[in-house]
């Protein structure tokens, strides 16, 4: 993606991008150089009439001024010329070489110590190749001009052997190397960073737009829930109160005709009264499943035992051959009471329903406890299922036997482990053909 010899974007749009970006900080940057360069040409104004004569310390200050005057005309005009990141790149080296032309005009005074141009141009590489903040691309160029033309200076303006020659060559090659080095690093972290706050950018707008999705969502469900509440009216009134016309004028029919109908018409009459009987409570089952969505849990601590024992009593009262019931102490649990008590009267019924045809029907009950769950298991010693088929258990209106056998709608397993769901439980079921079966539902403990 960079560049690592030019520090440059290989993504044109990206290189516009990262300029637009960092100039604001590159031109503030920019004038706080200029300021300090304005600064350094005052502070060494003392030093100037301490080494030399009244006369050359006067030429000194003039050219100074001069430059100071020119830099802070530059600094003003970085509010109105530079718009754009070529203005900068720009205006930015024709400063620097402004720096390096007067630097140069030091070295024609007469009398000029050599330590004295050393250090102060030492100074001035520093404050061009790293306060300037200018692209490493460029500086490059301006590195290598710079130090030829210093080093041209002082062989043409000072007696200098080649040991000291090679001296100051090898120090102001030094400096210009490190400034290179420390302005690289720079660089290369203003791109990083820029890479990184798009990066977060990109972050924040992904999460921005998740949760505005999550928000219509939400929304969408509200509406979708709505309309299904009122969906189940219309199916409570529109469709329950013709099976109730169908069920009232079939007996009425039955009970003033009937002893003109035939064996083969009372049959018929009893198929009608049957679907009707089955369909409602199909209304009902269904109802009952589409509720459940929209039903707000109402948690408290429910005596499991007491509700098993009670559900298990009206589920028994009307049967001619009552089951055996063996059923341990079960623990109480947190849980809506309601929801529970038909998680039990499914199961408790199913178990029943489907160890009818055995000479006794048997059916244990009982608990296992642990740190954080209650498991809960009813036993009974019925027809079973294959095991290859357990998946189709709490699938609605899925049936495992044959509705002659035993009668039902398959809405009612559905509906228990949709139960179990909202209360962060879960069910499951372990069966052998003809061996009965056993369903387990597990609830956390709060």
């Known amino acids: 993606m960079m560049n690592r010899t030019t520090l440059r974007f290989k993504d044109i749009g990206l290189e516009k991008d990262f300029n637009e970006w960092y100039l604001e900080t590159e031109i503030k940057i920019y004038r706080y150089a200029l300021i300090l360069g304005v600064i350094t040409y005052f502070i060494f104004i003392p030093l100037d009439n301490i080494l030399y004569d009244g006369y050359t310390a006067t030429q000194f200050l003039k050219l100074r001024l001069t430059i100071a005057a020119i830099t802070v005309i530059g600094y003003a005009l970085t509010y109105t010329l530079i718009t754009n990141h070529n203005h900068y790149q720009v205006f930015a080296i024709t400063m620097a070489f402004i720096c390096l032309g007067t630097n140069v005009t030091f070295t024609f005074f007469e009398n000029v110590d050599e330590f004295y141009f050393y250090t102060g141009n030492s100074i001035l590489i520093i404050f061009i190749f790293i306060l300037l903040n200018i692209r490493f691309f460029y500086l490059r160029i301006i590195a290598i001009f710079y130090i030829v033309i210093h080093l041209l200076m002082l062989k043409l303006n000072f007696d200098?052997?080649?040991?000291n020659f090679a001296h100051q060559a090898y120090g102001i090659i030094s400096v210009a190397t490190i400034s290179l080095a420390s302005n690289w690093i720079i660089e290369f972290q203003k791109r990083?960073?820029?890479?990184?706050?798009?990066?977060?950018?990109?972050?924040?707008?992904a999460l921005k737009n998740t949760i505005q999705e999550k928000d219509d969502l939400v929304v969408e469900l509200k509406e979708r829930n709505q309309e299904l509440a009122v969906f189940n009216q219309s199916v409570s009134h529109d469709l329950k109160t013709p099976l109730r016309n169908i069920n009232v004028f079939s007996a009425l029919f039955e009970k003033k005709q009937g002893h003109q109908l035939d064996?083969?018409?009372?049959?018929?009459?009893?198929?009608?009264?049957?679907?009707?009987?089955?369909?409602?409570?199909?209304?009902?089952?269904?109802?009952?499943?589409?509720?459940?969505?929209?039903r707000e849990l109402k948690f408290e601590l429910v005596n499991i035992d007491l509700l098993v024992a009670e559900t298990f009593q009206q589920q028994?009262?009307?049967?001619?051959k009552?089951?055996?019931?063996?059923?341990?102490?079960?623990?109480?649990?947190?849980?809506?009471?309601?929801?529970?008590?038909?998680?039990?009267?499914?199961l408790i019924s199913n178990a029943i329903k489907y160890s009818s045809k055995k000479e006794e029907i048997k059916i244990e009950i009982g608990a296992i406890e642990n740190q954080s769950t209650t498991t809960y298991f009813i036993t009974d010693n019925g027809v079973g299922?294959?095991?290859?088929?357990?998946?189709?258990?709490?699938?609605?209106?899925?049936r495992l036997h044959n509705e002659?056998?035993?009668?039902?709608?398959?809405?009612?397993?559905?509906?228990?482990?949709?139960?179990?769901?909202?209360?962060?439980?879960?069910?499951?079921?372990?069966?052998?053909?003809?061996?009965?079966?056993?369903?387990?539902?597990?609830?956390?403990?709060?």
């Not at 200098?160 to 040991?163: G, V």
């Not at 299922?385 to 899925?398: E, K």
């Open 404 to 446: 002659k056998d035993f009668k039902g709608t398959g809405v009612g397993l559905s509906l228990v482990s949709r139960i179990m769901k909202k209360h962060g439980g879960k069910i499951w079921a372990e069966s052998k053909v003809d061996k009965g079966s056993t369903f387990y539902f597990q609830l956390p403990v709060h």
């Open 322 to 346: 009552k089951p055996l019931l063996i059923k341990s102490k079960l623990p109480a649990i947190k849980g809506d009471k309601i929801l529970l008590k038909q998680v039990c009267s499914n």
């Open 160 to 163: 200098y052997n080649l040991q």
């Open 192 to 205: 990083q960073n820029f890479l990184n706050n798009r990066l977060i950018e990109a972050q924040k707008e």
């Open 316 to 320: 028994v009262q009307s049967l001619t």
């Open 385 to 398: 299922f294959d095991m290859q088929y357990t998946a189709r258990l709490f699938v609605p209106f899925s």
């Open 263 to 294: 064996e083969e018409g009372l049959t018929y009459l009893g198929f009608i009264k049957d679907s009707t009987n089955k369909m409602n409570t199909l209304i009902n089952d269904l109802l009952d499943y589409s509720r459940m969505r929209q």
